[in-house]
């Protein structure tokens, strides 16, 4: 082979290392190209996920609510804390309570035409339950259009209030008798709605009245705040009650005293919807509040007031009270004070 071949397959050898060293760099430099983006998404992702979350949320649902609907937020209550003996024997309890009301449109076909048949048994059901509300006559589920024609189109009512406070065994036995109905083509959950609420309940009424004191009403709200602009480019913001319920607060004896451990924290379901479909987009779960555990024994609390009732009524005072202690522990086991009145 001469000089001149030999210089040149030196060259193409040389050329060849070249290129590949370049397809190297070329491959090396893809790689850390794909692992800095995979960074940057990773920790976007994180940031979106754990340190910005609630911000991203409220966008989520702003972007949501122009598109669907409008969002709910429903506030969602625990039981307040039991207040009992030192046994465990309850002299304050929680009773559930249902503000249940009627959607009579749930009674419509989808061409909006009323289904005479299911609204005839629905109503005979609802007039037992509440016979103050409805009478069993189909107009009491919404009106016509026009009064002087009874054969014109129905338009039914919205939201009619049925009961504001049914009890929890009324509840279950209206939910029987209504499933109970044969071929029925209604969707009872639509129909019948109820929210469920507590409501403060005292064992035995009025003993250990002056102790345990009592319990009144108080409205939380739920706030939502927007910031708008006005057409001179001014901004300011606005704040709107969307929510409220009513919870027991403590006003006086143990119940305001302790009123920070016994009261619950509230939550609450926050939704974006509309007809057709439901988005959930927030969601905080009630605590329910903190139990009270006396040194009163209900046993000798009795036997104390039985003989405080004797006692007023032998020499008639204008006031009088028994306190009984351990006389190891100086626990005290019974304070009774009269006159009581009834804590319900």
């Known amino acids: 082979m001469s000089t001149r071949e030999e210089f040149r397959g030196q060259g193409d050898r040389g050329a060849q290392r070249t290129r590949a060293a370049g397809l190297v760099i070329r491959v090396k430099v893809l790689k850390l190209f794909l692992l800095g983006l995979f960074a940057l998404i990773g920790g976007r992702l994180c940031w979106m996920q754990l340190i910005d979350s609630r911000n991203y949320i ?15 937020v429903q506030l969602d209550k625990a039981p307040r804390g ?31 035409s009323l289904r005479i048949e299911d609204t005839i048994k629905v109503s005979e059901v609802l007039t037992r339950f509440f016979p103050d509300r409805l ?12 009064p002087g024609n009874p054969g ?35 969707d009872l959950s639509r129909l019948v709605i109820e929210r469920r609420y507590f409501r403060r309940h005292y064992v035995e009424g009025d003993m250990l009245s002056h102790v345990l004191g009592k319990t009144g009403k108080k409205q939380v ?16 913001k606005i704040t709107k009650s969307i929510s409220d319920s009513n919870t027991d607060i403590g006003e006086s004896g143990l119940e305001k005293i302790f009123d ?4 619950p924290g509230f939550g609450y379901r926050k939704s974006v919807f509309n007809r057709l479909r439901n988005f959930r987009v927030e969601q905080l779960k009630p605590e329910a509040g903190e139990h009270i555990v006396l040194s009163i024994d209900k046993h ?18 204008v006031s009088a009270a028994i306190i009984i202690t351990h006389p190891a522990s100086g626990d005290v086991i019974a304070i009774a004070s009269a006159p009581r009145f009834d804590l319900n």
């Open 152 to 186: 014109g189109d129905f338009i039914p009512k919205m939201n009619v209030l049925l009961n504001p406070e049914m009890s929890d065994e009324d509840w279950s036995r209206l939910n029987r008798e209504l499933g109970a109905l044969e071929d029925l083509k209604v």
């Open 260 to 263: 920070s451990y016994l009261k």
């Open 300 to 317: 000798v609390q009795f036997e104390a007031e039985m003989e405080l009732d004797r006692i007023m009524e032998e020499h008639d005072p």
């Open 82 to 112: 039991l207040i009992v003996d030192r046994e465990g024997r309850p002299f304050a309890t929680q009773k559930i309570l249902r503000r249940v009301t009627m959607e009579p449109t749930a009674l419509q076909r989808p061409d909006e």
């Open 58 to 72: 409220t966008r989520v649902d702003n972007v949501i609510s122009n598109l669907l609907g409008y969002h709910s």
């Open 221 to 236: 709200n739920y706030f939502a705040s927007a910031e708008i602009t006005d057409k001179d480019g001014q901004k300011s």
């Open 135 to 146: 009478n069993g006559n189909i107009s009491d589920f919404g009106r016509f259009a026009d």
